[in-house]
């Protein structure tokens, strides 16, 4: 998961259509925000670290603010995963990219 802006970078630099990635990329955060919280009752997650690090992986930033409005724990560390994971992105695409064009 990545963030809009991360996303639509990464997007355009392999190739791809940036506005395409923005749409589903905004759908996903929704998605995530919206259904996230009954998900992981369905899921064995009980820390704040396992359940923020669930929000900041498959939500983005609306399931960062969803995660802090349940819990301010949960919501850090679902932000600090959702830019760790954003940085993490942007270094490693176009790298994949090249490596899998040869």
Not at 24 to 47: Q, R
Not at 61 to 67: F, H, I, L
Not at 85 to 96: C, E, Q, R, S
Request: proline letters at 5%; zero cysteines.
């Amino acid at each position: 998961s990545i963030s809009t802006p991360f996303a639509m970078t990464v997007s355009g630099e392999i190739g791809g259509v940036p506005e395409l990635t923005a749409v589903f990329v905004i759908l996903t955060g929704i998605w995530g925000a919206a259904f996230g919280e009954a998900a992981l009752y369905l899921l064995p997650f009980k820390s704040s670290l396992a359940r923020g690090t669930s929000f900041g992986l498959g939500a983005h930033v609306v399931g960062s603010s969803k995660a802090r409005e349940i819990d301010p724990e949960e919501g850090a560390v679902a932000a600090l995963v959702m830019v760790l994971t954003g940085i993490f992105n942007v270094l490693i695409a176009p790298l994949a990219e090249v490596a899998l064009r040869q």
